[in-house]
């Protein structure tokens, strides 16, 4: 694994991937990576008109039941509005009231999915509500549930979203700091790489490629720096897998909730579920959702570009703690319309 600056001066430009087809033939990441700056259509988070500038939580305190993917336990889960600067934390009602905050200094290892724990107590698959969280733009948030793993749902973030938009969004007194990246960092490992550019928004280009000829090779870039962005073109995107680990993963304890009701299972030919896909690109898409959760473990809204091929939550965890120890590399502060310079503001 290696972690650098890109050599060259790309403060105020994004790498951006060129669209395929989704079931492209397996060629590796795409050759054309053009350098473009997004100034000319940049808007606020919220719309150039009445940008919400201070931090944000939920209005009311909403609930939902449902099977957790991997331990395949009833899970009740509750958000609960929160004071401001507190963050984002869950809470294990079942144990105590025992307090995890979803940053990643708490983070644990894990396979197939994004783990926290605190001390003896930990919260599990964790990836989909955050990317809803974090994209909605909710800083403040307490997250109760009295079972050790987030529900799955549907496999995917669209019913986190739809939660959140039935509590309501309230502003809070207080300013949001986004951290603004203003030098490149690249991790690499063997065949997977990812990135992070600075940028005047939030965006990621993806790509991934699969021996099967449902997937191949995807790419896709897009800008999520906008709330509507996340819930229309990622949120709906699904969790999938292949019908030869099934079993392999149930001998270790893993996927004991999974169905065709909260994940896409690949056979060999095609996809097992009635449900057609919900994109023809589902899959990719839903790999940008997975990192954009992860990415929130950082606790801070981000201003860059991410850049990702053939990783996972593994580098997109590591990427983030490349991010964070490499302080000289961003600042944090309020939003504003100005591109991301190579020095921090004077105030930060």
């Known amino acids: 694994m290696e972690v650098s600056p890109f050599p060259r001066d790309l403060a105020r430009t994004q790498v951006k991937f060129k669209r395929s087809e989704a079931t492209r033939p397996k060629t590796g990441p795409s050759q054309q990576l053009a350098l473009e700056c997004a ?37 009740r889960l509750r958000l609960v509005p929160a004071e401001p600067g507190v ?20 983070q644990a290892p894990s396979f197939y999915s994004t783990v926290l724990r605190n001390g003896e107590e930990s919260v599990g698959t964790v990836e989909h509500l955050m990317a809803a969280v974090s994209a909605l733009l909710v800083d403040d948030l307490r997250i109760e549930l009295d079972g050790p793993e987030v529900p799955i749902l549907d496999g995917s973030a669209r019913p986190f979203v739809e939660l959140i938009h039935s509590a309501g969004l309230v502003e809070q007194p207080a300013k949001r700091e986004y951290l603004t990246l203003t030098r490149p960092i690249r991790l690499t490992d063997e065949n997977k790489r990812i990135a992070a550019y600075p940028c005047r928004e939030f965006r990621v280009t993806y790509g991934i490629d699969f021996d099967h000829p449902l997937l191949g090779h995807q790419e896709l870039s897009v800008s999520l720096w906008n709330a509507n962005a996340f819930a ?3 949120a709906p995107a699904r969790t ?29 030919d095609g996809i097992l579920n009635d449900q057609e896909l919900r994109f023809p690109d589902e899959f990719v898409r839903h790999k940008i959702l997975d990192l954009t959760g992860d990415l929130s473990l950082v606790g801070r809204a981000v201003r860059a570009h991410v850049v990702a091929y053939r990783a996972g939550h593994d580098m997109h965890l590591r990427l ?9 590399s961003w600042y944090l502060a309020p939003w504003s319309e100005e591109a991301p310079s190579r020095e921090a503001p004077a105030q930060a």
């Open 39 to 75: 100034d000319a259509t940049f808007r606020s988070p919220h719309g150039s008109d009445a940008p919400m500038l201070n931090r944000q939580t939920i209005r009311n305190p909403v609930e939902v039941e449902g099977i957790a993917l991997h331990s395949g336990e009833s899970v």
């Open 240 to 268: 999938f897998t292949f019908e030869k680990d099934v079993e392999a993963l149930r001998g270790r304890g893993l996927a004991l909730g999974g169905s065709l009701d909260n994940a896409i299972v690949l056979g060999d």
């Open 320 to 328: 983030a703690r490349a991010i964070l120890q490499a302080r000289d």
């Open 87 to 106: 963050g984002v934390f869950f809470v294990r009602t079942d144990r105590g009231n025992a307090e995890i905050p979803a940053r990643l200094e708490f």
């Open 232 to 234: 229309e073109k990622l």
